[in-house]
């Protein structure tokens, strides 16, 4: 399929990503095939895989509102976004703000952050490799000093925080046991981290997304404890400190001399 020199390119993406548009004109098809039905062949075959690259990469969303229509609302996002890159695993980082305005999705109203969830541990599994800081060395760092020390974290390091439970849903659809209902009526923040083979999703404390946030922007412990404190006035420090280095998060910790 080929088409002509006047040929209108951004009304052929518009009628790409529309199966209700008909085939732009200026389309030319070789061995005397109709252009209009190779277009919709190639239409087709784009959709599809743009569908199911989706549909691979958010299966705990797919999950909790069904096959039909998770391919229905993925099929209305690709009209609205295209890939910026040819990777298609890095398709989808606007999927969580389009379910969020998606009207018919508001009887899900945890669906946006569980997707961002989602995409965040996918993001984590093609990140840079890096080598997490030891236990022997988080042990001999001289306490009375840390909150003036500045933190590097690993590279596939995500936090979400959202007013709903969303790592005790992922984890209950990555699981096949049945454990009965869910209470909604609390939120949880998510650590995501892949600092080898596994992808690690931990529960932070209230006040520790700004905290690792923070940390991320060079900013000091004590001046991470400050935002968390601004989020959650009774953030907890310890709990926090002990997810991330369970999670091994730190890859390096400079401490002032």
């Known amino acids: 399929m080929t088409a002509s020199a006047d040929f209108d390119q951004r009304a052929f993406v518009r009628a790409l990503l529309d199966p ?9 098809a070789r061995h005397g ?50 890939p910026r890159t040819p990777m298609l695993f890095e398709y ?6 389009f379910v969020a305005s998606f009207e018919p999705a508001r ?19 093609h990140a840079e490799n890096a080598t997490p800081l030891a236990m022997d060395a988080i042990r001999a760092l001289p306490l009375d000093r840390l909150e003036d020390a500045t933190a590097t974290l690993h590279p596939s390091t995500h936090v979400i925080a959202s007013k709903y439970p969303i790592v005790s849903i992922w984890r209950r659809h990555m699981s096949d ?11 949880e923040e998510a650590l995501v981290v892949r600092p080898e083979l596994a992808i690690n999703v931990a529960v932070l404390p209230a006040g520790g997304a700004a905290f690792v946030h923070a940390l991320e ?26 997810e991330l ?12 001399r």
Do not use: K, W
């Open 20 to 28: 209700e548009l008909p085939a732009p004109d200026g389309l030319e």
């Open 33 to 82: 095939l109709p252009p209009e039905r190779r277009f919709a062949v190639y239409r087709n075959n784009l959709c599809v895989g743009l569908v199911d690259a989706l549909a691979e990469r958010f299966p705990i969303c797919r999950q909790l509102v069904g096959e039909e229509f998770f391919r229905a609302m993925a099929q209305r996002y690709l009209r609205e976004f295209l």
């Open 92 to 97: 989808g980082d606007d999927f969580a703000t």
């Open 107 to 125: 009887e899900v109203p945890y669906l946006c952050d569980v997707a961002r969830l989602e995409y965040a541990v996918g993001q984590a599994y």
């Open 177 to 187: 046991e049945d454990l009965g209902p869910l209470a909604l009526d609390h939120g």
């Open 217 to 242: 922007g060079g900013r000091t412990f004590d001046e991470a404890v400050d935002a968390a404190t601004a989020t959650a006035a009774d953030f907890d420090l310890t709990a926090c400190l002990r």
């Open 245 to 256: 280095f369970v999670a091994e998060a730190f890859i390096a910790i400079s401490v002032q």
